[in-house]
C-alpha cells in the first residue's frame, strides 16, 4: 500500500470509501511524512518492541510503526475506519486493530496477553478531546509501558512541561512530572494534517520514570491535594483546599500543616513544587 504520508495517496483511500471525517472523534489525518518520521524517532521504536497506537485513522502512523516495531496493537473507535484500517494495513503480518474505545479497554490486561509480558511504547496523534484522560488513564492506571510519544494540542504541551509559579502550571504538569520526564519534540502546524485543526499541535515524549521523583506515603492523597489545590487556583491553598469536598482535614489541621511547610500560610497552590505537595501529604497523613 503506497505511504499515506502523501497527501495524495490519503486523499484517493478517503474518496475510494466516500469516508466523512467525523468531528466528534477529534480526526485529524497527519499528511506529513516529515512528521511522521520524526514521531518514529523521538519515539525510538525498535523491532524488539511492541507498540499501543491510540486511534490509527485510516493507518497512516501505523504503517511507519509496523516496519519499526515488532508489533502493533492499534485500538480505533470509529466503526467507518475499520474497513480501510484493513485495506491499508493488508501488507503487513505484526499490527492488531482493535475496533474499541481506548478508555474502555483493559490496557494492563491487554499488554499481560499480547506483548508476553514485556512493557509497550506508546505512539499516537491522540484525539484531543480526550488528551487528559488518556494520559491518565496510561499512568494512574499502572499500564506497563516505558515511553508515551504523542501528538497533543501546543498549549496541552506547554502545560504538561510547565513549573511552578507560570501560568501554565497545573495538576496536568504535576501529574505529568511525576510519572514521567517530558521532551517536547517538535511545533506541527495546522497545514500538516487533514482536516487542519484550528489549533497549533506539538509531539511531545513523555519517557517514564522507573521510579517517581519524590516519595509520598499516599499517592491518592497527593493527587487528591494537587487537584483541590488547582481547583480553585485564585485562593489560596488553605482556603482552595478547605473548601474541597475532596478533601476532609478540618481547617486547622490544614493550616498545621501549610505552616509546618514553611511556604508561608498566604501561599497558593500553583507556587508549589511537586516535593512541597508531596511533603504536605506526608503531614496530613
Ligand atoms: N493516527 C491517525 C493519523 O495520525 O492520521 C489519526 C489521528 S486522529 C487525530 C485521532 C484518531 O483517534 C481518529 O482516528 C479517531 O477516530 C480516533 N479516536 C477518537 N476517539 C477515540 C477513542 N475513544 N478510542 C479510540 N480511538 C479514538
Given at each position: 500500500?503506497?505511504?499515506?504520508?502523501?497527501?495524495?495517496?490519503?486523499?484517493?483511500?478517503?474518496?475510494?470509501?466516500?469516508?466523512?471525517?467525523?468531528?466528534?472523534?477529534?480526526?485529524?489525518?497527519?499528511?506529513?511524512?516529515?512528521?511522521?518520521?520524526?514521531?518514529i524517532q523521538a519515539a525510538e521504536i525498535t523491532k524488539e518492541d511492541y507498540v499501543l497506537e491510540i486511534g490509527p485513522g485510516i493507518g497512516t502512523m501505523t504503517q511507519y510503526l509496523?516496519?519499526?516495531?515488532?508489533?502493533?496493537?492499534?485500538?480505533?473507535?470509529?466503526?467507518?475506519?475499520?474497513?480501510?484500517?484493513?485495506?491499508?494495513?493488508?501488507?503487513?503480518?505484526?499490527?492488531?486493530?482493535?475496533?474499541?474505545?481506548?478508555?474502555?479497554?483493559?490496557?494492563?490486561?491487554?499488554?499481560?496477553?499480547?506483548?508476553?509480558?514485556?512493557?509497550?511504547?506508546?505512539?499516537?496523534?491522540?484525539?484531543?478531546?480526550?488528551?487528559?484522560?488518556?494520559?491518565?488513564?496510561?499512568?494512574?492506571?499502572?499500564?506497563?509501558?516505558?515511553?508515551?510519544?504523542?501528538?497533543?494540542?501546543?498549549?496541552?504541551?506547554?502545560?504538561?512541561?510547565?513549573?511552578?509559579?507560570?501560568?501554565?502550571?497545573?495538576?496536568?504538569?504535576?501529574?505529568?512530572?511525576?510519572?514521567?520526564?517530558?521532551?517536547?519534540?517538535?511545533?506541527?502546524?495546522?497545514?500538516?494534517?487533514?482536516?487542519?485543526?484550528?489549533?497549533?499541535?506539538?509531539?511531545?515524549?513523555?519517557?517514564?520514570?522507573?521510579?517517581?521523583?519524590?516519595?509520598?506515603?499516599?499517592?491518592?492523597?497527593?493527587?487528591?491535594?494537587?487537584?483541590?489545590?488547582?481547583?480553585?487556583?485564585?485562593?489560596?491553598?488553605?482556603?482552595?483546599?478547605?473548601?474541597?469536598?475532596?478533601?476532609?482535614?478540618?481547617?486547622?489541621?490544614?493550616?498545621?500543616?501549610?505552616?509546618?511547610?514553611?511556604?508561608?500560610?498566604?501561599?497558593?497552590?500553583?507556587?508549589?513544587?511537586?516535593?512541597?505537595?508531596?511533603?504536605?501529604?506526608?503531614?496530613?497523613k
Amino acid at each position: 500500500m503506497a505511504d499515506l504520508g502523501n497527501p495524495k495517496n490519503t486523499i484517493a483511500v478517503l474518496q475510494k470509501y466516500q469516508f466523512n471525517f467525523a468531528k466528534k472523534f477529534g480526526q485529524n489525518f497527519l499528511i506529513d511524512t516529515h512528521v511522521l518520521d520524526k514521531i518514529i524517532q523521538a519515539a525510538e521504536i525498535t523491532k524488539e518492541d511492541y507498540v499501543l497506537e491510540i486511534g490509527p485513522g485510516i493507518g497512516t502512523m501505523t504503517q511507519y510503526l509496523c516496519e519499526a516495531a515488532k508489533a502493533v496493537i492499534a485500538v480505533e473507535i470509529d466503526d467507518n475506519l475499520i474497513p480501510i484500517l484493513q485495506d491499508t494495513l493488508q501488507a503487513y503480518d505484526n499490527v492488531t486493530v482493535l475496533h474499541q474505545d481506548i478508555l474502555k479497554v483493559d490496557l494492563t490486561e491487554l499488554v499481560r496477553e499480547r506483548c508476553e509480558g514485556k512493557p509497550i511504547k506508546v505512539v499516537a496523534n491522540l484525539p484531543y478531546y480526550i488528551t487528559t484522560p488518556i494520559i491518565m488513564g496510561l499512568f494512574e492506571g499502572q499500564v506497563p509501558l516505558t515511553s508515551v510519544t504523542v501528538m497533543v494540542q501546543k498549549e496541552v504541551a506547554q502545560r504538561m512541561q510547565a513549573g511552578p509559579g507560570t501560568k501554565d502550571y497545573g495538576a496536568l504538569s504535576l501529574a505529568v512530572q511525576y510519572f514521567s520526564q517530558p521532551y517536547l519534540v517538535a511545533n506541527v502546524p495546522p497545514n500538516c494534517f487533514m482536516p487542519r485543526p484550528k489549533v497549533g499541535s506539538a509531539v511531545i515524549r513523555l519517557t517514564r520514570h522507573e521510579k517517581p521523583p519524590v516519595e509520598v506515603k499516599d499517592q491518592r492523597l497527593l493527587f487528591a491535594l494537587i487537584r483541590a489545590s488547582f481547583n480553585q487556583r485564585r485562593k489560596t491553598l488553605v482556603n482552595g483546599l478547605s473548601n474541597s469536598p475532596e478533601i476532609s482535614f478540618s481547617k486547622e489541621e490544614i493550616l498545621k500543616a501549610v505552616e509546618a511547610l514553611g511556604a508561608g500560610l498566604t501561599v497558593r497552590g500553583e507556587a508549589l513544587t511537586l516535593e512541597q505537595f508531596a511533603r504536605l501529604a506526608d503531614l496530613l497523613k
